[in-house]
């Protein structure tokens, strides 16, 4: 077996996952138990015609169902496809659009579903004939033998979906093992550091950093859904102040929500001085989120060198550079004033070049394009194109400071003022930090109409006092631009799968849709620059 599946040559009886139940409880699985689970499944697809090189699509909730379909297909020789379940996703029709592009791009054997995603599936996977398995209807009997030959692809893993429809990445197992060993090496994982997570583990960040890796280390995991994270974040909390857990990763918003959420009153009883690693990646990070988190949680046993600012991609399989562990995180003034948090140095095998246009190496400061080579590079997307020389050009911008990272956000996303680049992320940052908005409800998106710059910032069930202030404070930061402010219902701004904002969507709706009966746009005066 490749080292990605060596864990299931001798499983361990006393080291496993846990799976928060809703009751409050934990069901807890040996990852001997687990194999046996991930054998039985693979008996099961092969039994159902997979072969060796088929794509089999995984659309389960956090629990041992996707851990064993996950193996069982990659023990049955397949190319494992994790997608969201629709519980997920709070439109249908939206839902329905999301999996019909990806099956169009998977063109899988067959779906295994459970009960609960099986009505939204079975139209769109009708339509694209596809086979739809329920995985209460699979045997569970482990068939005798040994696995199949693995194919050249381990994950065709899709992207959140930021920058526009949602493309399947070919992670083959040399690029996965590769990411797998350098995030162990990273946080220097050993079997006696327990993980807990509430990520999604049909996405990179939940799959790749928090549940393949800990599995491959034979470490204890804790398991939550995203849904009970954000219903009593206390229960995450509870796996490191009470339960022992040392490693975990999450989005800023994540940070954001137990700031907003838990008390101090609530930690009463829990010890996190074990806690020692808190990567905090997939969005540009604020200072204030990581100092209120550390503030929060500080009294209580946690050290502010445990948050680790990290920076990466699903075309890189999942991390591309991260904050060496004890170092503690820096800020630094961005082209514009507003402080950026530094994502800390290439991890292990990883190559990290700021370019310009011309994909020509800028100096040690300077903005530009992040390019990401190495050994944990994909091999492009499903149907092309492909990276080649193991080189993505991310459409990220950054500058890099004494071999440090710092993001700044998505290129397209942004507006050149008077010859330097504003980002929408410095927008948010900024009325983040002025007004005290919480980052998910809040998304700025730049564009040009008509030759003239606009900066649209919707926000999430904003308080009155908010609205009229936002055009001043922008307006040093981008001093021509109209400024549209939104309001829209909580939880209404598209975001992916990970939490950003899909901007280039927002933008396409201000182009498209017809202005509200009552204004709410405010335009800022023109400023001379």
């Known amino acids: 077996m490749t080292g990605l599946l060596s864990w299931l040559d001798d499983p361990r009886t006393d080291r496993g996952i846990r799976f928060s139940r809703p009751d409050g409880s934990w069901q807890s699985w040996s990852y001997a138990r687990l194999a046996g689970l991930a054998r039985a499944r693979a008996a099961d697809l092969l039994a159902r015609g997979v072969a060796p090189g088929d794509v089999v699509g995984v659309v389960l909730p956090t629990g041992p169902d996707f851990v064993g379909t996950l193996f069982g297909a990659l023990l049955a020789g397949a190319t494992a496809s994790p997608l969201a379940p629709p519980a997920t996703f709070g439109d249908p029709d939206r839902y329905t659009e999301h999996v019909a592009a990806a099956l169009t791009v998977m063109r899988p054997r067959l779906v295994v579903v459970d009960t609960a995603s099986a009505a939204a599936l079975s139209g769109v996977a009708a339509r694209a004939a596809v086979p739809v398995v329920d995985v209460a209807q699979l045997s569970g009997e482990a068939a005798p033998g040994g696995a199949m030959p693995p194919t050249r692809l381990a994950l065709l893993q899709f992207t959140s979906g930021t920058t526009g429809t949602v493309r399947g990445v070919r992670v083959p197992y040399p690029a996965l093992e590769a990411n797998v060993a350098a995030i162990r090496r990273w946080l220097e994982m050993t079997p006696d550091d327990p993980t807990a997570s509430w990520l999604p583990v049909h996405h990179d960040m939940g799959l790749v950093g928090c549940l393949l890796a800990p599995i491959v280390t034979g470490a204890d995991l804790w398991l939550l859904t995203p849904a009970e994270f954000v219903r009593r974040p206390t229960r995450f909390l509870e796996c490191f102040g009470r339960h022992g857990a040392r490693l975990t990763a999450m989005p800023g918003f994540g ?253 396409r709706r201000h182009l498209t849709e017809p202005a509200p009966a009552t204004p709410v746009n405010l335009t800022a005066d023109r400023g001379s620059g």
């Open 255 to 507: 940070l954001a929500h137990v700031v907003r959420r838990v008390r101090a009153e609530q930690l009463a009883g829990l010890d996190f001085t074990h806690w020692r690693a808190i990567i905090a990646g997939a969005e540009r990070i604020q200072p204030a989120t990581l100092d209120s988190f550390a503030d929060l949680l500080g009294p209580y046993g946690l050290r502010r060198e445990a948050l680790l600012p990290a920076y990466g991609l699903a075309e890189a399989t999942l991390a591309v550079t991260g904050l060496p562990l004890g170092t503690g995180w820096r800020q630094v003034p961005g082209p514009d004033g507003v402080p950026v948090v530094g994502c800390g140095v290439p991890l292990a095998g990883t190559e990290v070049t700021v370019v310009d246009d011309d994909a020509r190496p800028v100096g040690d400061g300077v903005v530009g394009e992040i390019l990401v080579g190495g050994a944990a590079v994909t091999d492009g997307y499903a149907g092309g194109p492909t990276f080649p020389g193991a080189r993505v050009r991310t459409g990220d911008a950054g500058f890099a400071r004494d071999g440090e990272l710092f993001v700044l956000g998505r290129l397209g996303d942004s507006l050149k003022v008077h010859g330097r680049t504003v980002f929408a992320e410095d927008v948010d940052a900024l009325l983040g930090a002025a007004l005290g908005v919480p980052p998910g409800r809040l998304a700025s998106v730049l564009g040009l109409r008509a030759g003239t710059p606009v900066v649209v910032v919707y926000l999430e069930h904003p308080r009155p006092e908010w609205l009229p202030r936002i055009p001043g404070l922008v307006r040093p930061l981008v001093p021509q631009a109209a400024v549209h402010v939104v309001p829209t219902p909580a939880g209404s701004v598209p975001r992916t799968t990970s939490g950003k904002p899909k901007r280039r969507l927002l933008w």
